[in-house]
């Protein structure tokens, strides 16, 4: 008996060792090494369907290859082409896969990277990918950099809990992940780098011949409003109407690309983690060194100046007290063949978006954007004066107007209805002001016209308080050197407004939610919570922008519950709870290493979100402003008011012009004849290609197969059959 189980337990032991040599076990770190990969210093570490991953521990650098083509992106530079043209600094920056600053005391000069600087690193092999432990033990930092193929992604993420600073007075300010990855030399490759720069932008990566001493670099989110000083600004930039001077465009979308059109390849980076405090960075060549370069930066630690006192007697420079602990994580959604190119990138992320929820499909169906100022207030012998522009009644006799011109459909934010005017701020309940017609003339109005498709979205801006209307010291938000944050204008009434802590805001919103819906009423415009973000402090403690995130998130989201919400300019993280997306700009700020402007964000979302263009009737080149939204898919949008605006000469709101309704009603119910038209077309579908044809044309290919050709040519042009008249456009299949 005895000798038979042994015999069993023998045949079984010679078949488990037969399988377990049949099975390779995982290569060790000497066997990676020893394995060959075609590229100096490179060893083959994973592979994907697509894709082979190669890594260079020394410099911890990648390589990555596609299988069919055979090309390459690369994350330091190799090439050597331009080797001793630059400093040590630089080409230690080149040749690294990573690189900090480091704030010493406070002083944020110091460059870590791993040519100039010494360093441990141990790395560890996974299924996918590779975990490299880095430590600087000079400055006492140390973090793991985790690194996987994810079927047609590439993911690059720092644990927080990696992330070390053991020295003291030593912090890491910045972490640039892979700031070389897909470069390029001067003009050796075809292609461009694409920026989230307004609806979307292109550096070309060709010869730049050194004209240009920088490049794109902007924070996602817009700046931090925690660390500016208290600033001086126009009443035009805190309506969020218009404005004379144009600033820079905010990044809105966490996202940078990157395409060579030669090789057919490329990404769309999506930064996933970390984003609350990462800027964008695309620095072409010419600027500082020879080569093209993007790349996202994460900022952990920073510095800010701190009053001495109360009296002004001077400031100090100060270190924030703890770093921003978040998880920084980087996806590469790789391209290659037709798809290397912004139309993909832009299929790519709208892909990206709609599989993990972070937007939803909603009703594209068209409406004509046209938003009404109800009253603003200018000064009196005692007090002020309401100054009307539209009311009530003259709203109603308006979309009768419109109505009769044919048109069917229409959405309107309704501004300045507030009790007080449109700089009464915050608005912490329903309460229209009697100038208007009152609150209950207003909530018949608003049902009256929704019953009819011409929907009233009443407007909050919901982070400012007016000094003069409202006390709000206790709920002002501070910044993060304890000084209150302000803005003081040189405006006719009201001079200085203070900006709510994100739980004040919140609550105030609820509150005047609460009140609104009460009525029966649940249509709402949402400004500031869509598109501002800072760190604060409040009672001793510090909060992050990812706490005001958090905040906002969480107070729109509960709001959204309940009400219908279009979002002024939203940021991304906002993008899922808008029913519209409400100011989209139509082109980029205009920087001139920018080559050419490219409707990237309205590619992403034509056909899930209705998007509305930046108030038209103010912009100079209307007729070039109406081929813009044509060719990105986006609908007017109109600020008009029944008074003439010369009666708001004394008020604030003396920046507006040329919004009188009786000078704008033809045009849009025009407006409204061409856009539903188009909308009807395209209804649906999504924005497949968009081409910058040879003869000068712009070809917008839809996912059902119409294509839309716009001309913005003084002459007639032709393309696939077509015949498109100067300075218009031809809709076909």
């Known amino acids: 008996m005895v000798c038979k189980l042994m015999k069993k337990y023998i045949a079984l032991g010679a078949v488990l060792l037969f399988v377990f040599l049949l099975i390779p076990p995982a290569a060790s770190a000497q066997e990676r090494e020893g394995a060959s990969s075609g590229f100096e210093g490179y060893t083959l570490v994973a592979e994907s369907g697509d894709y082979r991953l190669y890594y260079c521990e020394p410099r911890f650098s990648i390589l990555l290859q596609n299988k069919e083509t055979g090309t390459c992106l690369e994350s330091a530079v190799s090439d050597e082409k331009d080797d001793g043209a630059n400093n040590k600094s630089w080409t230690g920056y080149m040749k690294s896969g990573i690189v900090l600053y480091a704030i010493i005391g406070t002083t944020n000069t110091y460059q870590v990277d791993m040519l100039t600087c010494k360093n441990n690193i141990k790395t560890s092999y ?58 390029s030399y001067l003009d050796d490759k075809e292609g461009y780098m694409l920026i989230p720069d307004g609806n979307g932008a292109l ?79 695309a620095h072409p060549n010419g600027a500082m060194i020879a080569y093209n370069r993007c790349f996202a ?24 007290a703890e770093r921003t602990h978040m998880d920084l994580q980087l996806r590469y959604r790789l391209l290659s063949g037709d798809d290397a190119n912004y139309s993909g990138m832009a299929a790519s992320y709208r892909d990206y978006l709609l599989g993990n929820g972070e937007v ?114 206790f709920n002002a938000m501070k910044m993060v050197n304890k ?59 510090y909060y992050t922008r990812t706490d005001t995130r958090n905040a906002f998130v969480n107070a729109v989201a509960s709001i959204s519950e309940k009400c219908n919400l279009v979002l002024e300019e939203p940021f991304a993280y906002m993008w899922k ?18 080559d050419e402007d ?41 600020y008009l008011t029944y008074e003439n605006s010369s009666k708001l000469i004394y008020t604030n709101s003396n920046y507006l012009y040329s919004t009188e309704f009786a000078s704008y009603e033809k045009t849009v119910s025009q407006y409204d004849a061409e856009f539903s038209a188009l909308a009807k077309k395209t209804e649906g579908a999504f924005i497949r290609r968009h081409e910058k044809l040879e003869n000068g044309l712009v070809k917008v290919s839809y996912s059902n197969g119409v294509k839309i050709y716009v001309n913005y040519s003084g002459a007639a042009l032709k393309a696939d059959g077509i015949i498109v008249k100067a300075l218009s456009y031809e809709a076909g299949e």
Request: hydrophobic fraction near 35%; charged fraction near 20%.
């Open 577 to 594: 709870y808008a029913d519209a997306f409400l100011d989209m700009p139509l082109a980029s700020s205009g920087y001139l290493y920018a």
């Open 360 to 473: 939803a499909l909603k009703d594209t169906g068209y409406n004509t954007r046209v938003d009404f100022l109800g009253t603003d207030r200018e000064e009196f012998i005692l007090g002020t004066a309401a100054v009307t522009m539209t009311t009530v009644e003259n709203i109603r006799e308006m979309y009768g107007r419109l109505r009769s011109a044919g048109v069917g459909h229409v959405l309107t934010v309704y501004k300045g209805w507030q009790s007080g005017g449109f700089y009464s701020l915050p608005i912490s309940g329903y309460r229209a002001d009697r100038h208007i017609g009152g609150t209950a003339a207003l909530t018949n109005l608003i049902k009256e016209a929704g019953a009819e498709g011409y929907k009233i979205y009443l407007y909050d801006q919901t982070l400012r308080a007016n000094s003069a209307t409202n006390a709000t010291t």
């Open 203 to 281: 550096i070309r990566l060709n010869d730049k011949e050194g004209k240009y001493s920088t490049g794109f670099s902007r924070l996602i989110y817009g700046k931090d409003y925690g660390f500016e000083q208290t600033v001086a600004v126009a009443t035009s930039e805190l309506g969020k109407s218009f404005n004379f001077l144009v600033e820079p465009n905010e990044v809105i979308a966490p996202v940078f690309g990157l395409a060579h059109t030669d090789d057919r390849q490329g990404y769309l980076a999506v930064v996933e983690s970390g984003d609350e405090r990462c800027s964008i960075e």
């Open 297 to 320: 930066k994460f900022l952990l630690r920073d510095i800010f100046t701190q009053p001495l006192n109360n009296s002004n007697s001077g400031t100090v420079q100060s270190v924030e």
């Open 126 to 183: 996974t299924k996918n990918g590779l975990s490299a432990a880095i430590e600087f033990p000079e400055y006492g930092f140390a973090l793991t950099v985790e690194v996987a193929l994810e079927g047609g992604d590439l993911i690059v993420r720092v644990p927080d809990s990696s992330i070390k600073e053991e020295k003291k007075d030593n912090y890491i300010s910045t972490v640039s992940l892979f700031p070389f990855f897909g470069y």
């Open 483 to 541: 000084r209150t944050y302000k803005y003081e204008s040189r405006d006719e009434v009201y001079r200085l407004f203070y900006m709510l802590m994100p739980a004040a805001a919140g609550n105030t919103l609820r509150k005047f939610t609460e009140s609104y819906i009460n009525k029966g009423v649940n249509t709402l415009a949402i400004d500031g919570m869509s598109n501002q973000l800072f760190s604060y402090s409040s009672r001793g403690g």
């Open 598 to 638: 490219v409707p990237f964000l309205s590619m992403v979302l034509k056909g899930v979100i209705p998007i509305y263009s930046e108030y038209i009737n103010f912009k100079a080149n209307k007729t070039e402003s109406f081929l813009k939204m044509v060719e990105s898919g986006i609908y007017p949008s109109f």
